[in-house]
């Protein structure tokens, strides 16, 4: 029975996926974990870790990385040739003439400028890697033949950089058949959260909301068939129950165990802990149009305000403080942590901004645990205890994920405890996201327009050679740490528990997804 989904609609025509009864639980993959953030299953719309992990098992990138590299391999395209001229860069890709959609239909240039454009009219929350980032424009590429598809990018976009965002999901085509004739008012993206129209690994056969999801054997994949023939992603995001989950079998892979977890399951002869070091940041979204926020002396006074050498105790080695927009790993960390607590200073900081004591601020707090297992709640606490030393009021508010996103991404959130992860492993994925206003992503949603800030990051992220892009975002880091709305508080190391039996399993810290179903196998 726990091989099988609790309630499985019927899939699409296109994905042949096997019967519910076909499947035993030694050919189940049962992979457990905090999943509350998933919003859609659609490659142009999905841009949570959890829809995300959905997304990167049923669709192709055009190019990927790795779990064990950190250099792009081909995927979906089995080659590319890059030619740079005075009017920028013209990238040239041969699809892998095997490729073929779950409905058993090829792969063709045609599906990727559909699903290319798809991105574009959604317009959703990744878009910005196509439009801002790479400066996509629906004339920007075209399908040159049924395996030849060509990308022209101007000279302000890297063909380095851009080769990075396609290992992406937004870079995954859709069968644009399949989606077509499904489309409606919003080009199919409803009917993709529960059925899928690619040409990875696995299909999608349901998705429960806030209970599993279900994905099934791709009949048609033309890579390596996988191990097993059916994944259950199961939303577990109480710790106590993840470890029962992994202790008792019911799961092969839990995701985000807590510090206690990982001390009771130290030993445990039947599960394998693996520690994984992520270049996700975890913050405060300070909203800069919301008063009193709206001053930079009261943001500057927040970060004050924080005790992180006892968040690093609290932490109990699940992190490390870090407080620059820019991860430890990638070019331009500095590692510089200029914040101490220090409540005078706030306090004198509050008093120059004229903010009344007892001033009252709305925190939003994701339920379920933070990045490297801390409880939110917990941390929420620790850090609401912090602030209110100097004088403020701290209301916080519990909501699942997703709900906090949506809030969040219509900039309506006062402050907000949150996470991000870098798209692809360069600076530019953290450094645009957090400065310009204009890409609507995390600057946006935090209401702080820096048009100069921008620039500066625009202009490391073309500097030609990495001394340069060093110097610059040193310069980007230090302005965005004083000045902008964020009080970045660590970089957290993910803990799984994998039962002995599982073989394959690996943690990618840059990849799309951070998991790679397929890989994994059972001895």
């Known amino acids: 029975a726990a091989a099988e989904p609790t309630a499985a609609p019927a899939a699409a ?34 841009y949570e870790f959890g829809g995300i992990q959905v997304v990167g098992n049923i669709y192709q990138t055009l190019v990927t990385f790795t779990p064990d590299s950190a250099d792009i391999k081909p995927w979906l395209a089995k080659s590319w040739d890059i030619k740079q001229g005075a009017d920028g860069s013209t990238i040239t890709f041969k699809l892998d003439e095997k490729a073929k959609f779950s409905s058993g239909a090829p792969v063709t240039a045609a599906d990727v400028v559909y699903s290319w454009n798809r991105v574009l009219d959604l317009n959703k929350s990744p878009a910005f890697l196509f439009s801002d980032i790479a400066g996509l424009k629906k004339d920007s590429y075209r399908a040159v033949d049924p395996q030849t598809f060509e990308v022209k990018l101007a000279p302000t976009t890297s063909p380095q950089v851009f080769l990075s965002i396609l290992s992406f999901t937004i870079s995954a085509p859709v069968e644009q058949k399949v989606v077509e004739a499904n489309a409606g008012s919003d080009f199919g993206s409803t009917w993709l959260n529960d059925h899928s129209a690619g040409s990875g690994p696995y299909v999608l056969t349901s998705w429960e909301r806030n209970t599993q999801n279900v994905l099934d054997l791709n009949p048609n994949y033309s890579g390596t068939p996988p191990a097993f023939k059916r994944v259950i992603m199961r939303n577990i995001p109480e710790q106590a129950n993840l470890q029962s989950a992994i202790e008792t079998g019911d799961a092969d892979i839990a995701q985000d165990l807590g510090t206690e977890q990982v001390k009771a399951l130290e030993g445990n002869a039947d599960v394998t802990l693996v520690k994984a070091s992520l270049t996700q940041l975890v913050y405060l979204g300070l909203n800069a149009k919301s008063p009193p926020l709206d001053k930079p002396e009261v943001r500057e006074a927040i970060r004050y305000a924080i005790n992180y050498d006892e968040l690093n105790t609290l932490l109990g080695g699940s992190g490390k403080i870090v407080q620059e927009i820019i991860p430890d790993g990638f070019l331009g960390h500095t590692g510089n942590n200029p914040f101490k607590q220090d409540i005078a200073k706030a306090k004198d900081l509050l008093a120059k901004a004229g903010v009344k004591p007892g001033t009252e601020i709305e925190v939003l707090v994701p339920t379920g645990p933070a990045p490297g297992g801390l409880e939110n709640s917990t941390l929420a606490a620790k850090l609401q205890a912090d602030i209110e030393q100097i004088g403020l009021k701290l209301n916080l508010k519990q909501i699942q994920t997703s709900e906090l996103l949506n809030t969040y991404r219509a900039q309506k959130g006062q402050i907000v405890l949150i996470s991000w992860g870098p798209d692809f492993p360069d600076p530019d994925a953290n450094a645009t996201p957090f400065t310009n206003y204009e890409a609507k992503s995390i600057g946006w949603r935090n209401g ?17 050679d990495a001394a340069k892009r060093t110097e610059l975002y040193k310069q980007l880091v230090d302005r965005v740490q004083h000045e902008g709305p964020y009080a970045v508080l660590y970089q957290p190391v993910r803990t799984y528990g994998v039962r002995k039996n599982i073989k394959g399993f690996a943690f990618g810290p840059i990849s799309t997804p951070n998991v790679f179903f397929w890989t994994i196998s059972k001895s």
């Open 13 to 46: 025509a296109a994905t042949a996926a096997p019967a519910a009864a076909e499947v035993s639980r030694e050919d189940t993959l049962i992979f457990a974990g905090d999943l509350t953030d998933q919003i859609s299953m659609d490659p142009a719309v999905a």
């Open 448 to 464: 702080w327009e820096a048009p100069d800030v921008a620039k500066l990051a625009k202009d490391a992220s073309l500097a030609p």
